[in-house]
Each structure stands twice: as structure tokens, then as C-alpha cells.
């Protein structure tokens, strides 16, 4: 499903709140946006660009994620393991809905891009994935957060040795690249989910929902055909002050030397849609957090029998996870618990909870904590272990992992305790409205 049918089902269900007065992209759209957090916001109306809308939130709960690939909110972590395990290389087609409309004459001044807080380094693009080609492991599909400079540049995070910074280095001169705005969900999810080298995540993205692609028209890239706006260019080797912007934290990233972006042509849907999404805000910690959760809930089935994990939006959807076992020997919770740090590196505490507890409801997790741990007895702490550069109090220095303590909380019945007394008493179901005055059966 694209981005642009998932706005018109959301319209169809109610959950979009379309805005039809002018809104500037100084802040009013992010400040709109962000009090409005939770739904899909569309703006119809951009002050000084005419003809264009933007669109906040699409990707801010579970349960969306759940209408645009068609499957229950239950079955979204194995239907993800599923594809992460199972690719399938996405069909080519020869005309595409992103290519509508080519525009030769470059000026990044006439999309809409926000400037988010008075703190930013600029107007940036948080919605984008960047598409390159390693040339030794394929293609590679990711984020990257864009600082605009001018009509025809930006300037780039790319995080040290990960995909697009190796393909870099093993590229001469310029690296061609495609930058995608306003993709399916699905395409969301799988550039966020970290594949092993050389799987491509275009083809993950297949195996979650049909998402057939098109070659660029100045490079040899694919792209989603059903992209909202593709902007081809290559990276160079230039570097630019970048930053500072909030990051996943709720914190300010710092300023950085970081590549520089020459864009070439831009192609896009007819009336297209700008995904404008929020840093630090819901889209931002779901789509960082949601695909973790698959490889999470992989390295814990190889120790024991995991029936769930979920990362926390109150951890950023980074740093903190629940796990759900159906516990089968006394040591399966530190086993589970260490499985997980293997599982996501940037995790620092985990909880392991028993199956009768829902892992999405932060009061079930803290009442299994309340009732089943001791913590001399089911508290593990890993000092100095490799971290996450977005935790403020890790310890980071330059051109070296970023370092942490690490946390796990066995939260699950004792072994071989006597289950009644950790077990909550169920209340029966009752037909409400026999009792309040609704549609009561005469």
C-alpha cells in the first residue's frame, strides 16, 4: 500500500485530521504536527508552495502499521521476522508513479522542507530513505537525516562504518545515490530493520507488502515506484558543518563534518505529498524501534521460547525492551535477558516477563516487577559494554564505541515456586450495556 493510499484509508476510518489553513514550514507545521501527535495530519494549504501538501504521523502507531500491511496488531513481530528471514526480490517495472513529473532545473527551495525547532542547524528532511550501491554487497536501503544548503545540496548524517559510510569508501569519487520521501510503511519498516551485509532491503520490504521499483533516470538505482518524490544526486566528498538536531532522545545531536549531497533531477507524483516527520516524535522512535524487535525476539528464541518483545517509547524506542518468555528452566531469564543485549547492541535495560503479562502495557510490566523480582536475587548488571552514541549518559569519545552499563530484570515467576501465589485474580465479562441503559437485550 503507498503512502498516499494509506492517507485516503486513514481518511476513510477517521483517523486523519486534514488542516486546510495556510501553515508555514517555520515551525507552525512542526509545532501543529507534533500537538497533534498520534493521528495523520494532512495539510492541504503550504504557505509559498503552491500545489504541494504535507503529510505528519502516518507512521506514529502500531495499529497503523497494521491497516497498511493488512494484518492484525498481533501478527506485526512475526510477520516482520518473517520477511527480515525470508526476502523476495521486488519486480521491476518501466513507468512509475514517482516519475509523473521530472524536474531537470534543481531547486531544493521549492519542496517544503520544515524547519522543525529554533535549536535546528537548518531545514532538514527526517522522512527520507537514501538508497546506494555497495559494490561488493548489493544494494543498501536506509536513513539518513538531510540538512538543506542550498538549491541543488544538502548535507548528510552518515554514521561511521555502517551502510552507505562502507559503500563510500570503497567507491572512487562521487557514490550515486536516490532519495526517497513519502514511501509505503512497509518500505519504512524495512529500511529501519538492519538486515545482515548484503541483504536488500527493498527486497524485505517485498516480503512485507508488494513493492515493485524503477530505475532512476541519471543513475543505474532502484527506487519504490510508488514513492511520493525520488531526488537523484550523488554524495560527494566534500564535508559541511551539520547539525545540531533532536535526535530520538529528545535531545540535541551535536555539529559534525558530514558529506555533502549534489542533487541532480527530482521526480515526483502529480500533486504530491511531503512526509514531514517529526524528530523525536512517535514516527521516529516506531519506525527506530518496531524493527528491532524482530531480531530482539530472534536471539531469545535461540536460548529459550520467547513469545514476544516490544521496545519502549518511554526508553526512546531504543534503549529499553520487554521480553515475554514461556519459561521452561530456572535459568531462563538471565538467559533471556543476555540474548537480548546480543540481539539489539544499543539496548541498556531489558525486563523479562512471563506470558500472562502484556509487555505493551507499562503497568502490567511494572506490577510483574513489583511481584515477582528480588533484586539480589534476579538483578543483572553488565558494567562497560558497548552502547548507544543517541544515551546522553554513556560515555563516548571519538572514533571509539560508545560505552554503558547494562541493566536486565528477571521479572518472571521463581522456578519451581508455587504458581498460585504470583497468579492475579480474573474478574468475569459482563455485558456493560444490560446495566447502563444501552442497547440491552429485552
Same mark, same amino acid.
Given at each position: ?22 501553515? !508555514?514550514?517555520?515551525f ?5 504536527a ?49 520477511a ?25 527551495? $521549492? ?22 550501491? !555497495? &559494490? !561488493?554487497?548489493g544494494?543498501n ?15 548528510a ?27 509505503s ?22 516480503a512485507?507488502? &508488494? ?13 519504490p ?18 547539525? &545540531?538536531?533532536? !535526535? ?15 542533487? *541532480? ?5 502529480h500533486?504530491?505529498?511531503f ?5 523525536g ?13 524482530p531480531?530482539?525476539f ?7 521460547h520467547c ?5 519502549? &517509547? ?11 518468555i ?34 505493551? *502495557? ?5 506490577w ?7 533484586a539480589?536475587r ?16 554513556g ?18 515467576i ?16 459482563? $455485558? ?10 429485552e
Amino acid at each position: 500500500m503507498s503512502f498516499r493510499r494509506f492517507i485516503e484509508m486513514a481518511a476513510n476510518t477517521g483517523d486523519l485530521i486534514s488542516i486546510h489553513r495556510p501553515v !508555514d514550514t517555520t515551525f507552525e507545521i512542526a509545532n501543529v504536527a507534533h500537538a497533534l501527535e498520534g493521528r495523520p495530519v494532512l495539510f492541504t494549504s503550504i504557505q509559498d508552495y503552491p500545489g504541494w501538501r504535507v503529510c505528519s504521523g502516518a507512521c506514529s502507531q502500531r495499529r497503523y502499521f497494521s491497516m497498511a500491511l493488512d494484518i492484525e496488531i498481533p501478527a506485526l513481530l512475526p510477520h516482520l521476522t518473517h520477511a527480515l528471514e525470508n526476502p523476495i526480490p521486488p519486480p521491476v517495472v518501466e513507468s512509475a508513479a514517482c516519475q509523473e513529473v521530472v524536474v531537470e532545473d534543481v531547486n531544493l527551495l $521549492d519542496l517544503p522542507i520544515l524547519l522543525h525547532l529554533p535549536q535546528d542547524g537548518g531545514h532538514y528532511i527526517a522522512s527520507n530513505v537514501v538508497i546506494v550501491n !555497495d &559494490p !561488493d554487497l548489493g544494494r543498501n536501503m536506509c536513513y539518513h537525516r538531510l540538512l538543506r544548503l542550498d538549491k541543488r545540496r544538502f548535507t548528510a548524517r552518515i554514521v561511521e562504518n555502517r551502510g552507505t559510510y562502507q559503500a563510500m569508501q570503497k567507491t572512487e569519487g562521487d557514490l550515486p545515490v536516490a532519495i526517497c520521501i513519502g514511501v509505503s510503511l512497509g518500505v519504512h519498516l524495512a529500511a529501519s530493520m538492519s538486515p545482515p551485509p548484503g541483504v536488500d532491503e527493498l527486497a524485505v520490504a517485498h516480503a512485507l507488502t &508488494p513493492t515493485p521499483v524503477v530505475k532512476c533516470l541519471t543513475n543505474d538505482l532502484y527506487v519504490p515506484a510508488d514513492a511520493e518524490i525520488v531526488l537523484e544526486g550523488r554524495i560527494t566528498r566534500q564535508t559541511v558543518s551539520e547539525g &545540531p538536531f533532536m !535526535d530520538l532522545t529528545e535531545t540535541m545531536d551535536i555539529t559534525r563534518q558530514q558529506p555533502i549531497i549534489e542533487i *541532480d533531477l527530482i521526480t515526483h507524483r502529480h500533486e504530491p505529498i511531503f512526509h514531514a516527520l517529526l524528530p523525536g516524535g512517535l514516527e521516529h522512535k516506531l519506525l527506530m524501534g518496531m524493527p528491532k524487535e524482530p531480531t530482539i525476539f530472534a536471539a531469545v528464541n535461540r536460548v529459550t521460547h520467547c513469545t514476544g518483545a516490544t521496545i519502549t &517509547p518511554g526508553g526512546a524506542s531504543w534503549l529499553h525492551a520487554v521480553v515475554q518468555i514461556d519459561k521452561r528452566g530456572p535459568d531462563d531469564g538471565r538467559l533471556a535477558i543476555e540474548a537480548a543485549f546480543q540481539g539489539h547492541g544499543s539496548l541498556k535495560h531489558v525486563w523479562v516477563v512471563d506470558t500472562d503479562v502484556n509487555i505493551y *502495557d507499562p503497568a502490567q510490566v511494572e506490577w510483574a516487577m513489583a511481584t515477582r523480582f528480588q533484586a539480589d536475587r534476579d538483578l543483572y548488571v553488565y558494567a562497560n559494554q558497548p552502547g548507544s552514541s543517541l544515551d546522553p549518559s554513556g560515555t563516548h569519545v571519538p572514533g571509539h564505541k560508545s560505552q554503558t552499563a547494562k541493566m536486565g530484570l528477571d521479572c518472571t515467576i521463581p522456578w519451581g515456586a508455587d504458581d498460585t501465589k504470583y497468579r492475579r485474580g480474573e474478574y468475569g465479562a459482563v $455485558d456493560l450495556n444490560q446495566y447502563l441503559g444501552g442497547n440491552s437485550a429485552e
